[in-house]
């Protein structure tokens, strides 16, 4: 049987067709609860810089009573843009705990995406004020698109979006694929579109504070997405200290996340108020942060669900992969 053995492989085209954002956002909740309930475990993080100017990174961990085993080998490669590429690159691979087998080894770029701006979605849905009308949003990129996106699908109260570019210049791509959803319009006055909405999201490379802390009002939700590596950044210094704060990991947060410029910061897993493990009651001058790293539970729990999608729907392909 062994030398029968055999390894699907499930490409971009294909991962994109079996992605459906509400079973991600169910896989999601489904990884945030395993992590709360010490059913999976997140091992830790390799995250390192490489002397081509790329970022490496492996995320990994496991569920020992469902037999789910796996890892993301993933970074960031700036140098890609320059080739028509998209820069974050992605593989998953799932691993049969009982031989340490190969079983789906799958594009990780459209999972990555697609479970980040879930897990966003979710912060917003559990941390934000529910009649928030106000967005601001920090990039237009890939994950700035899947962050907004999940926002307006699970907070519909929301009307207004204005977005901030690095350079100060409109997207007209950005603002089209929105606008027939919401008013979204270009602030070039960064803290005048902090102080003014309701709800902020930071996705961009994490090069620095983008916006002075004195501008961020009562009230005001955050979602950090950008600073998953060590010396990344997008809050100001002092913003920490004012707010509650909320985590995917705490260890990982302190360690690539934005707390780890302050880590002695009381934090709060998300995963702990999704199973009624803590509980928050929000208070109208209450700032709250979800810093967001990433879990690679959240990765295994969607490639699972593709894998199984992909068996039952007969897609992708199949190689001989003896032993």
């Not at 009649?131 to 949003?137: E, G």
């Not at 109260?157 to 319009?185: K, P, Q, W």
């Not at 004012?242 to 707390?259: C, H, N, P, S």
Request: with cysteine; glycine share 10%; hydrophobic share 40%.
């Amino acid at each position: 049987m062994a030398n029968n053995a055999e390894l699907l492989l499930l490409d971009k085209n294909q991962v994109e067709q079996l992605l459906d954002q509400d079973q991600v956002v169910q896989a999601v909740r489904e990884a945030f609860s395993l992590h709360s309930k010490g059913e999976g475990r997140v091992f830790p993080v390799v995250r390192e810089a490489l002397s081509t100017g790329g970022i490496f990174g492996i995320k990994s961990g496991d569920v020992q009573t469902e037999g789910l085993l796996g890892f993301k080998a993933a970074g960031f490669w700036p140098g890609n843009r320059a080739k028509n590429g998209e820069p974050h690159q992605a593989t998953i691979m799932l691993i049969d705990p009982g031989t340490g087998r190969p079983i789906c080894l799958i594009d990780g770029n459209a999972i990555t995406t697609v479970r980040t701006g879930a897990a966003g979605g979710l912060g917003l849905r559990y941390l934000a004020r529910p009649d928030c009308k106000r967005l601001c949003i920090f990039g237009t990129g890939v994950q700035a698109r899947i962050q907004l996106t999940f926002a307006l699908k699970l907070l519909p109260s929301l009307r207004e979006i204005r977005y901030v570019t690095y350079d100060g210049n409109r997207d007209i791509g950005f603002e089209s694929a929105f606008a027939g959803v919401c008013d979204i319009s270009h602030s070039t006055d960064r803290d005048d579109a902090v102080s003014i909405s309701e709800i902020i999201i930071t996705a961009t490379p994490g090069g620095g504070a983008l916006f002075n802390a004195a501008a961020v009002q009562p009230g005001t939700h955050i979602n950090c997405v950008g600073a998953d590596t060590k010396g990344k950044r997008e809050l100001p210094d002092g913003l920490l200290a004012r707010v509650k704060l909320f985590v995917d990991d705490a260890a990982q947060a302190r360690q690539i996340g934005e707390t780890q410029w302050r880590p002695d910061t009381p934090c709060t897993e998300l995963g702990d108020l999704l199973t009624e493990k803590v509980s928050f009651q929000r208070d109208a001058q209450d700032i709250t942060v979800f810093d967001m790293t990433g879990l690679a539970l959240q990765d295994l729990t969607v490639a699972r669900l593709l894998h199984q999608s992909a068996l039952a729907n007969g897609i992708g392909s199949r190689i001989a992969w003896p032993w």
